[in-house]
Structure formats: structure tokens, C-alpha cells
């Protein structure tokens, strides 16, 4: 039974996982395919919210893969895609926003965003090697093993939560409606 119990939980949540990132794959390309009205770069936005906001040393680099962007609170670097860079899309400037966000709550001390950063390096390990391990522990049956697949379960479940309070605390300042705000 307790074998059970340990394939549901990790079965779960990897599937929740999986129908997470289809959807936001299925959303992110079905919007690359249409232009921005203001005909700007990913990186155009994302400099244009940071100078607005006085975020003039947060600098912006290129990285490689597809949905690989990303703001470092430690260097105080965004790092976008090449795609999202230089293209023009409302997919584009959607990720540079909300890459620059970060950057903004960063700048406001905001306390998810601390929290987030501080268990990071977990949370990464975990979605990297927690099904691995899992598959490795449920044949050994070491539990060191399972506790580190666990993590994995632990990790996606915070994220998941994350993004979940974000969005609600960014409904509730926007007065439960999203705002259009101009560069």
C-alpha cells in the first residue's frame, strides 16, 4: 500500500507537471506567431520597464534554448532568449515583462521573490533528479532515495503554488482585472 501511495504522489505530480508545460508551450507558441502593435523586441520592453523604473544597472544577456529566460536576483541580470530578445511578438514582450518584474519586486524586497530565490538551488536539483532518483529508490527501496524523489514532488508543488500566489497577488494589486500600463 505505502508503494502505492508513493507512485500516486510522484505519478500525480508529474503529470500535473506535464499538462502545465503543454499548456504553456501551446499558449507561448500560439502567440510568437502574432506581432506586437508597438513593434518592439523582447529586449525593447524589458529595457523600457527597467529605465522607467529606475532599474538602469539591471543589465540584459542572451541565453541559449527556448523558454530558457530568466532574472538572476544575485547579479541583477535578466537573461532572455534569443527568440524573446529580438523578436517582436506579444509572446516576446509578455516574457520580457515579466521578466523585468521580477526585477521590480526584487527592487522591492518582495517577499516571495526572496523566498523563491533562498530554495532555488532545491527546487532545481529536485526537478532535475527527483524522477531519476524516485525510479532508482522505488527498485532499491532505500528511502534516502525516495526522500530525495519527494523533493522532486516538494519542488513542483511550490512552484506550482509560486505561480499561483503571484498571480493572485497580481490580480488583487490590479484590482482583480489586469491593467495595460505604456512604456
Known sequence: MENLLYYLLLGGTYLFALVVRQR??????????????????GAQ??????????????????????????YDPRTRVIRLSIDNARDASVASMAVSAHEAAHALQDKDDYAPLELRTSVYPLVQAGSRWGIPLAILGSRLDRETLRAAALTYVAGTAYTAGFVLLIALDFLRAAGGRPRARSL
Do not use: C, F, P, W
Not at 24 to 41: E, P
Not at 45 to 64: F, H, P, T, W
Open 24 to 41: 504553456l508551450m501551446a499558449t507561448y507558441s500560439k502567440y510568437a506567431r502574432v506581432s506586437n502593435r508597438a513593434g518592439l523586441s
Open 45 to 70: 520592453v524589458a529595457r523600457g520597464i527597467l529605465d522607467a523604473n529606475g532599474l538602469r544597472d539591471v543589465q540584459l544577456e542572451l541565453a541559449r534554448g527556448k523558454l530558457t529566460d530568466h
